[in-house]
């Protein structure tokens, strides 16, 4: 036992410097945060009421608890914004310090200034260090992925991708996609044959899950026909822990030894995947390469193969070097994650609003019965056989806009820097130096200023002539963000929205049981816009309680076009 002494007490000190530099770096970071905001209080910044202890945590506090439970934090600085005096619907931006929760952000509510952060040549393109932790649960490697890159990292790996969000590309993935969504139709053909109520999102969840699986790696994840697959059930579980115990003011939950080592071990096995199926891949492309073969479609997958085998000086035969191994099984985790979640949300919000909303309902099916005629049937060989036939369907396009405009599922994150001084309308002057520039997309969305009748479900407002009073104002819509950074899977998302639709909305009728499930909740909701629906944090923002619903065969017989 003695000799182990010397080794234990060194051990011992080495934790407690090490626990002491943390905690050393934690205060100084603090107090230089505190410091700056204190500075910006000073100049009169729009703000919240500053505390040199606890920052606008109180704020926060405040605003949360006049929330319905589990709102999506996108409420709470929403909310924070129209408690401060002087502006009902509260200003166009103001600071925000949340330390230790975040890094001191601005919060942009105002198009007129997010259009200036996303033409900022430096701003635009550059993504804080922090958004980093956020991401790590889900990609693993140190939360590095296209999110969160900047400079010549980011720019060579998005060259590596971005070939396969080419138009003609993105058209021969379809019909593998429309493949899965006849899948997910017969589910909904079982479902009609019953009353029951039951959940729509986690069958667009499952749907999107083997959608992407496919087309990001080559994958048949089967999960609507077989049962789970491992991967998508690692996925799911990864972010029912990731978002479990995690609002912005409960981040304890992040440090539950428990919780950290799970997470852990399901970066682990989400690797163990991915790799395989890398690896697997690989043979698979050399061997069609060498037989001249022509792939259906390139998969994400396939392309970041094609990008690296044609840099010079490297063989077909060549074996994938670790370094890139590592940093594609991080980006693939990623794609897997930004391609199922945000659409499935997407899908089923759509098909909640149109339920609400007969008139929107019968003007989308008068135009799938143009495009597509009158045999319902039909429908989805004629996407099979002509994908490109889903870009000429410009209401069912505003549908999705106009969902997707009340039911934002991101936002947009920059980082600020000593060259970018934004400015108000009213010449409010918002220096951007050492803070995150956070637009947010539900308070720009519904902001009354640029939106008329802003709560309305009004898919015409992207389909009227400039000179209307619903045309958008430039910038106020901006689902995908604008700059260089802007989402890369849109006209992707795009397709896959419209082909569903197209599939499923002429032959089925959802009947929407939000009601029905909530009758006897006591809740105010007159701080969510009095949605039953409200976002709330999985992910992506998904509306709550996945959409409950019934669903039966509409009976509906296409007009003449
Ligand atoms: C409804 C669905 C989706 C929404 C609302 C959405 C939204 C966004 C937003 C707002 C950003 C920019 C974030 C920022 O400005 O800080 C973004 C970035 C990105 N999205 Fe999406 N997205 C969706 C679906 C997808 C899909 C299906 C893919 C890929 C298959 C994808 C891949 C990406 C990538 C790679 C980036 C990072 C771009 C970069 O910084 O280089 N997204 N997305
Ligand atoms: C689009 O991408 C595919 C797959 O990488 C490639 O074969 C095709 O040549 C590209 N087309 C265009 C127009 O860039
Ligand atoms: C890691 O997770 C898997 C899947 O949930 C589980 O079967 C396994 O026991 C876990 N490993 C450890 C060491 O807890
Ligand atoms: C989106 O980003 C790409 C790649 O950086 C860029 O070429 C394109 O112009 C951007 N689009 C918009 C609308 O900002
Ligand atoms: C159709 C089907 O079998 N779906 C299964 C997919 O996986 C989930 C669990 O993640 C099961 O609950 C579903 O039954």
């Given at each position: 036992m003695d000799s182990a002494r010397p080794i234990l007490h060194a051990f011992g000190g080495v934790l407690i410097s090490i626990i002491a530099v943390r905690i050393f770096s934690f205060v100084s970071k603090g107090w230089r945060y505190r410091t700056l905001m204190k500075k910006l209080e000073k100049m009169g910044k729009p703000m919240p009421e500053h505390s040199s202890l606890l920052g606008h945590l109180l704020a926060a506090k405040t605003a949360s608890e006049e929330l319905p439970p589990q709102a999506h934090s996108t409420y709470i600085l929403d909310r924070i914004g129209k408690n401060m005096v002087g502006n009902k619907n509260g200003p166009p931006a103001y600071y925000f310090d949340s330390f230790p929760v975040s890094i001191p952000m601005l919060i942009i509510r105002d198009p007129y200034i997010a259009n200036q952060v996303t033409n900022h040549a430096q701003v635009s393109a550059e993504k804080p260090e922090s958004l980093k932790s956020w991401f790590e649960p889900i990609t693993g490697k140190g939360g590095i992925n296209l999110f969160t890159q900047n400079g010549q990292e980011w720019k060579h790996d998005h060259q590596l991708f971005l070939p396969f969000f080419n138009n003609s590309n993105l058209d021969a993935t379809m019909p593998s996609v429309v493949e899965q969504m006849l899948i997910f139709r017969n589910i909904l053909r079982k479902r009609a044959q019953s009353v029951e109520m039951f959940r729509l999102e986690p069958l667009t969840q499952l749907l999107m899950n083997d959608v992407i699986g496919r087309v990001i790696f080559n994958a048949d994840l089967g999960n609507q026909t077989y049962g789970s697959h491992p991967l998508t059930e690692t996925m799911l579980r990864q972010l029912r822990l990731k978002f479990a115990a995690n609002n912005v003011l409960d981040n304890i939950g992040q440090l539950n030894p428990l919780r950290v080592f799970s997470i852990w071990n399901n970066s682990r096995i989400l690797n163990q995947h991915i790799r395989n199926q890398i690896l697997k891949r690989v043979d698979a492309f050399r061997d069609a390469k060498t037989r001249h073969e022509q792939l259906e479609f390139n998969s994400v997958l396939d392309q970041a193969l094609e990008s690296y085998y044609s840099e010079p000086g490297r063989k077909q035969s060549d074996p994938l070097n670790k370094e890139f191994l590592d940093i594609l099984c991080a980006q693939l985790r990623m794609f897997f994650f930004a391609g199922y979640d945000s659409t499935a949300a997407t899908m089923s919000t759509c098909c909640y609003l149109l339920s609400k909303h007969p008139g929107v309902l019968a003007k989308l099916r008068a135009e799938h019965d143009s495009v597509f005629g009158r045999n319902i049937a039909a429908c989805p060989g004629m996407i099979t056989e002509?994908?490109?036939?889903?870009?000429?369907?410009p209401y069912t396009h505003a549908v999705i806009k106009e969902a997707l405009r009340l039911f934002p599922p991101a936002n947009g994150i920059r980082m600020g820097c000593k060259d970018l001084v934004l400015k108000g309308r009213d010449g409010t002057e918002y220096p951007t130096e050492g803070v995150a520039v956070q637009t947010s997309h539900f308070s720009v969305h519904r902001n009354p200023e640029y939106w008329p009748r802003p709560l309305e479900f009004l898919p015409e407002r992207f389909l009227v002539a400039p000179d209307h009073e619903l045309y958008p104002a430039k910038g106020a819509w901006r689902i995908f963000e604008y700059g260089p950074r802007n989402c890369t899977g849109q006209a992707f998302v795009m397709k896959e929205v419209k082909a569903l639709l197209a599939i499923i909305c002429r032959e089925f009728d959802f009947q929407n049981c939000y009601d029905e499930v909530y009758a006897d909740e006591q809740i105010d909701l007159a701080n969510v816009d009095n949605e039953r629906a409200y976002l709330v944090e999985h992910g992506a923002a998904h509306p709550r309680g996945d959409f409950p619903c019934r669903v039966s065969l509409s009976g509906y017989v296409p007009g003449d076009a």
């Open positions: 002509n994908p490109s036939i889903i870009n000429s369907l």
